[in-house]
Structures are given as C-alpha cells and as structure tokens.
C-alpha cells in the first residue's frame, strides 16, 4: 500500500488557500515563509514580492475591494508589525484580506524566541478572527473557519500565525480530510432574509413618505448589490447618496446617484438630509461620518431607517429609529413592489446638484482670476478637473492625501455631472491612512490591465508610500502617478493656521522634491509641470511611454471645504 505523501505545513497552508480559489497572493519572501511559498509556486498560485510588508498588505486590500474576493497577505513575524498599518486600513473597509504570520517557534513559545511576538494579541482588535495554529493536521480547519468568518456577516480580515516548527514540519498531505466539511472549496456567504413582521412596518414606513433619500454603504458593495440599489433609486425616483470614504457604488453619470452624503464636500446634500422625511441608509454605519445618527446631520424632522445584512453593523446602529436586519438584496427586492413617488423631489435633488457645480466652477474662475491668486499657479481643483477631462469610461481613479482626497472628491462629482464617466475610483478608508494610493493604483491596472489607471496623490501621501512604485517596475505595471506638490502637509498647515494663536504652521513643510526626477532614475517616465497649460499634454505623454509615470505638479495649497468647516474655531481642532 502507498504511503501518503508528507508533505510540510506551509504546504497544507497553501493548498487550503488554493482549493479556495485565492488567486492574489502578496508577500515580503522570508525564511519564516518559504514553506508556504514552495507550496504557492507548487500550486502555480500568483505570488508578487513586494518592497515593504506595508505594501503586501495594501495591495491585498485593493484587490480584495476591486475583486470582493478574500486575498492574501504573508509575512515573517517582524513583518507582521509592518503589515498593522494595512490591517487598520483593511478593517476600516471591511476588506476580506487573510493576513498569515510565520510566527515563532511553538515549542519555546514565552521564552524569548527567535523574533517572537505576541502577533495574535496585536491583531485582534484589527480583524474579525485573530488566532494561532497549534496543531498542524488542522491547518486547513483554521483556513476553512478564516475564510468564513471574513466573507459572512460584516466581512473583514482575519488573522492566522503559523508557528515556524509547524510551518517546517512534515503532514500528510491529507491531513484533516477525514472530518466535516470534506469539501472546502469556497461557497456564498450566508445572507439574512428579512422577517416579514420586520419588513412590513419599514415598508410601510416609506410608502408614506414624500420625500425618501437612500444612502449606501459598504454593506452594498460587498454583497454584490449595487444594480439593485440603482434600480431602486431610478424606478421610485428616490435620490441615492453615498457613505463617505467608501469607493463609489454608482458612477457619478447615474441619474439617481447625488454625490456623498457629506455637507461639507457635497453641499446639496445637507439640503436632501434636511428636507427628506425618511432617509434610508443601508449597509452603513452611524460612526463619526454620519455624526453617528444625530442631528444637524440627520435632523429630528427626520425618521431614519438602517438596514444592515449583519447583527454587527445593526449594533453600530443603535441611534436608528428603525433597524432591520436584512441582505441588501433581499431588501432592494422588497423596495420594488411600491409604487414610484412623485419625480418632482428626485428633480429638486438633481437642480440643486447642478447649482452646486455652476457655482463651484464660478467661485473657482473668481479665485484663480483674483489678484491675490499669484499669477499661474495651478489650483488644486483645477488639477483634478483636468485630469478627470482626460479619463474615459474605461479608465480607474485613484487619490491620496489628505486636502488632495478632498479636492480630488469634489472633481468626480463636478466632472460626473458634466457627463465624465469613470470604470472606477479608489482612496483611502474611514482612518485617512496615507500611503496607499499606489498599492491600490496598482491593484486596478492589476485587475484591469487594458485602462489606464491615474493616481492624484498628495505630496505628503507620496512620501509615506511611494516607494511601493518599486513593484510598478518590478511587475511591468504601467500607472501615472500625478503628485500634487504644494511642499508639505498642506491639510495640517491649513488646520494650524486657524488653531494657532499666532496664525502661522508648524513642522509641516517639506523641502522642494524632484518627485519626477525619481521615477525617471528607477526606469520610467518622469516630467515636471508647474502652470496649468502644460498639465493636459505632459499627461498624454505620460499616459502614451507606458511606463510608471509621474507627472511633479507645483500647486498652491488651498484649504479644502471639509477642512475649512471643521477648524474655522480656535477651540475646534479636530475633523470629528
């Protein structure tokens, strides 16, 4: 008789992952990780090498969001304290992102092991499922419970440490395969349907409504329902607003969809909140971007709805006037059988959306035209309107920082309404993490290679993690990178000079970076733009070397309104 094959643990680690139908794999390759790594290349899985585990992390988090499909991110123990930035950054999307750890040696656990570190406990706050594997022969039970627990309910990452003698050590290759479940090839989440003694009183509820808004939220896209909600909003004549700080789940050409239920960055939106009689927010939160449920936001003239597919979400949202514990889906199919309300409120909505951009690009022309401008310095907004100009249906968008995101935001919005169309947009989370816009930029040209990705990065984000470009060159992965380079941290400067008694900022400058320069000396495209006629053609230009590109462009720092609305008090100093 044949005796089975043993085979070591990071193998069985590897090929749990595989019959589960991983297909992005990111890693910093370490001692502690070869094991798995042989058992990826085995599996002919795709695996990139990345700069900084930083990096591994993030560009797992931005396939996993453009995908909706749970990634991996590997690394050794002292890369593990590396990767706690994608992790906040991970959990602050509910991102499915499977980090591994090749931890220390089990045997000498609490004795002061070789890079030993307490990986569970740091994780656990940041994932939904944080836990070591302390038998081998159930290696493939953990992944099969990790994978779960990150797709079902309010998915989100998960955590397992794989102890170094476990990951060297040899299994037979079938270790495990004889209890429950004896198939682990990935199946769909489980959903929640909603109780009909639920879901009648919440429908009846917007049956009498006269003027229902909708806002969606992560819970949306994760289930796969962002059809449905459009339909929903169109067929009613319901207007749709978006969660701030989540990648767009309607392009901004949709005839429902408003912009971002955020008063500051979307100004028609605080009118839609205070004039609506029932706002409808699904797979949302009320934390600080909604000012957690309360009014001025949500005014008491205001019955407000939440509909979340998890118990988790719905115990965020406690401040509802009415909960309802039901998949996105499922509630959308509910919606549908009312009847469509009166069209005049959806086309109040979209006059005042029109009003906001017409005035938006004439206060931008009266700003830029004044005396007190300084000559042709380019604004930030002005930046981002050129940029989404040149982007066609087909192409991805992506921005970092911190004034930079808030400029960048308002563009989509104006260009959007003017018939701009984009396949997709991405930025940092809910935290604000800098740094990620190359990881995600990366991760749409990556999952989308035939468009053309553009990032607009802060100069500040640019520095906290672009040397991830690096893997741009390494994987023969073109992106521009446009960094809006106003010489330091220009949403902190702005915030100190309205915080500080004597007017002025503090440690926030930068000295004048050769930004372009660097990407030319790494192999790419690189070209300095610093009046506003040379932005349009220096970007064909870029676009058409098909190398990772940069575009250095010289700006003025102009506080944006989300910005300037939260520190316009001296005792007034932070966003929330």
């Known amino acids: 008789m044949t005796e089975p094959r043993r085979i070591r643990g990071g193998n069985l680690l590897a090929r749990a992952l595989y019959e589960k139908g991983v297909e992005h794999v990111f890693t910093l390759a370490g001692g502690f990780c070869n094991p798995a790594l042989e058992g990826f290349m085995e599996c002919q899985m795709p695996v990139i090498n990345c700069p900084h585990e930083q990096v591994a992390g993030h560009l797992a988090d931005g396939h996993a969001r453009i995908t909706r499909k749970p990634t991996v991110c590997l690394v050794g123990p002292e890369g593990f304290a590396n990767a706690v930035p994608a992790m906040l950054e991970a959990w602050g999307e509910r991102s499915p992102v499977i980090f591994v750890t090749g931890s220390s040696t089990l045997k000498r656990q609490g004795a002061g092991g070789f890079k030993e570190i307490d990986d569970v406990a740091i994780a656990a706050p940041l994932t939904k499922y944080s836990i070591q594997i302390t038998d081998g022969e159930r290696i493939g039970e953990f992944v099969d419970r ?19 003698d476990i990951m060297f050590s040899s299994f037979d290759e079938d270790a495990g395969r004889d209890e429950r479940p004896f198939q682990r090839r990935e199946t769909p989440p489980p959903r929640a349907w909603p109780d009909p003694r639920d879901l009648e009183p919440v429908l009846d509820l917007i049956r009498q409504a006269k003027r229902p808004m909708l806002i969606g939220g992560h819970g949306v896209w994760w289930s796969g329902n962002e059809g449905a909600l459009e339909q929903v909003g169109q067929k009613l004549n319901i207007p749709i607003f978006n969660v701030p700080y989540h990648q767009k789940l309607l392009g901004e050409d949709s005839p429902a969809y408003m912009g971002l239920a955020d008063v500051h960055q979307y100004p028609p939106s605080k ?10 927010m699904v797979g949302g939160r009320l934390d600080n971007q909604m000012n957690f449920g309360n009014p001025p936001l949500f005014p008491e003239s205001c019955t407000l709805v939440c509909v979340n597919g998890s118990h988790e979400e719905l115990d965020h949202n406690r401040a509802a006037d009415f909960v309802l514990l039901s998949d996105p889906g499922a509630f959308f199919d509910a919606m549908s059988t009312l009847n469509p309300f009166d069209s005049a409120w959806m086309e109040d909505n979209r006059r005042k959306r029109g009003e906001w951009v017409e005035r938006s690009l004439v206060d931008l022309k009266a700003e830029t035209a004044s005396p007190d401008w300084g000559g042709d310095q380019i604004h930030p907004l002005e930046l981002a309107l050129d940029v989404n100009a040149a982007m066609g249906a087909k192409d991805w968008l992506v921005f970092d920082g911190g004034n930079t ?41 990556n999952t989308h290679p ?13 520095l906290s993690g672009g040397l991830s470009i690096e893997t741009a060159f390494q994987e023969n992965t073109p992106i521009v990178v446009i960094v809006d380079n106003n010489g330091g941290l220009d949403c902190i400067s702005q915030q100190q000079e309205r915080l500080f008694e004597n007017g002025t900022h503090f440690a926030t400058d930068f000295r004048d970076i050769p930004f372009h320069s660097l990407f030319e000396g790494m192999g790419g495209f690189g070209e300095l733009v610093e009046t506003r ?44």
């Open 450 to 462: 035939e468009s053309t990705v553009v990032l607009i990065s802060g100069d500040g984000a640019f």
């Open 146 to 164: 990790a994978w779960k627990i990150a797709t079902s309910g309010y998915p989100g990452p998960v955590h397992l440490s794989l102890p170094v």
């Open 271 to 280: 009118y839609a909140l205070q004039t609506c009689d029932v706002c409808i």
């Open 405 to 445: 995101h808030f400029w960048s935001e308002i563009a989509v919005n104006i260009a959007g309404w003017q018939g701009t169309q984009l396949a997709g947009v991405m930025h940092p989370g809910s935290y604000s993490l800098l740094g990620v816009g190359v990881s995600f930029a990366l991760s749409a040209k």
């Open 533 to 576: 006629d040379q932005l349009g053609p220096a970007l064909e230009r870029a676009i058409a070397s098909g190398k990772p590109a940069c575009l250095n462009v010289k700006t003025k720092g102009v506080i944006s309104p989300i910005v300037l609305a939260t520190t316009s008090k001296r005792d007034k100093a932070s966003i929330e």
